[in-house]
């Protein structure tokens, strides 16, 4: 059974957008960090989520999920896509007359793959979709507002933008460019049973690094740009990292002993975003044949406990997409 929200009484004086418009948007999975990249570094996935929003008179909100997470998600205001959404129309000084949101998930939740960056990338661009055309934010400004709402731009720019996102923060500024990826390059993830939050991994970092670390993981990540755009061949040593990849095993030991035989074996692997799914960066698809052939028989070895699925995937060129409907 559907649960509305009702409008809370201090935003009732807000104008309303209208009532009947209809519009769609979908969104890719990301993963960020790459390695070296921490927090400036994503890469947009060939898995995308879809939102269909639909204004109504109702004066309430209500969410119906399908597919990754369905069972767990809220279905009213509280749901992150409505709650973004929400937010931006706020932001403007506007207010929904009623929101039905129609979900299809086909992100992995609490697997480091970006769901989180999807869902607020989703419910910014609908709720900027739904403004008045002269309201509407730049793409400058959507990425200053969703990466406000998440936190980090890391993976939202990706989820924006496609491809190789690079971003960065000034003063209270949230930047963002793009970069193109080298078709050679194949993304394939081991995806554990065992979900894990960013908050959960972030906690473990510590406070300080060392020079050298730092040094270190300067030089990957620069060396990471001109793998994924011009030089594949340079993947796994760019991949090395020596700043939060160690910190954050204790959460994920299955997901940590995977990735230390992998790169033992010679792959460019690393743990995606915070965890726990392992993305390896294969080089084209004798390469990505190979990486699948050695996770399904490292995960049947038995040291890597759980159920684990094996994608192939794609980088995505095109960041999110939106459509309208009619009537």
């Known amino acids: 059974m559907l649960h509305a929200t009702p409008l809370p009484e201090d935003l009732i004086d807000l104008p309303v957008v209208d009532a009947g418009q209809d519009v769609e948007v979908t969104v890719p999975a990301t993963s960020a960090n790459l390695g070296p990249g921490f927090d400036a570094l994503g890469l947009a996935l060939s898995l995308r989520d879809t939102v269909r929003v639909r204004t109504t008179s109702s004066g309430s909100t209500t969410v119906r999920p399908t597919g990754e997470g369905a069972g767990e998600l809220p279905l009213d205001g509280r749901h992150l896509v409505a709650r973004s959404l929400i937010s931006t129309l706020h932001r ?23 769901s989180s960056a999807s869902a607020i990338v989703a419910g910014v661009l609908a709720g900027n979709a739904l403004l008045p055309a002269h309201e509407q934010m730049d793409a400058a400004h959507l990425l200053q507002w969703a990466a406000s709402i998440e936190g980090h731009p890391d993976n939202v720019a990706p989820a924006l933008m496609g491809a190789l996102a690079i971003s960065w923060e000034s003063g209270r500024a949230f930047h963002s460019t793009r970069v193109e990826v080298h078709p050679d390059v194949i993304p394939v993830l081991a995806v554990p049973d065992l979900s894990l939050s960013t908050e959960s991994a972030r906690a473990l970092l510590p406070a ?83 990486a699948e052939e050695t996770l399904h028989r490292l995960i049947g070895a038995g040291d890597t406990p759980g159920a684990w699925r094996v994608l192939r995937l794609a980088v995505e060129r095109e960041g999110a997409k939106m459509g309208r409907h009619h009537g």
């Open 208 to 290: 300080s690094v060392s020079h050298s670390a730092a040094a270190a993981n300067a030089g990957r990540a620069a060396l990471l740009v001109q793998a994924l755009g011009r030089n594949p061949s340079l993947l796994f040593p760019a991949t090395q990292d020596a700043i939060h990849q160690d910190f954050r095993a204790p959460a994920m030991l299955p997901s940590a002993t995977l990735l230390r035989a992998l790169r033992a074996a010679g792959f460019a692997s690393t743990i995606s975003g915070a965890g726990p799914s392992v993305l390896t960066l294969a080089v084209g698809e004798a390469g990505a044949s190979a």
């Open 92 to 114: 403007a000084g506007r207010r929904a007359p009623g929101l039905e949101l129609d979900t299809v998930n086909v992100i992995p939740h609490g697997r480091g793959m970006g």
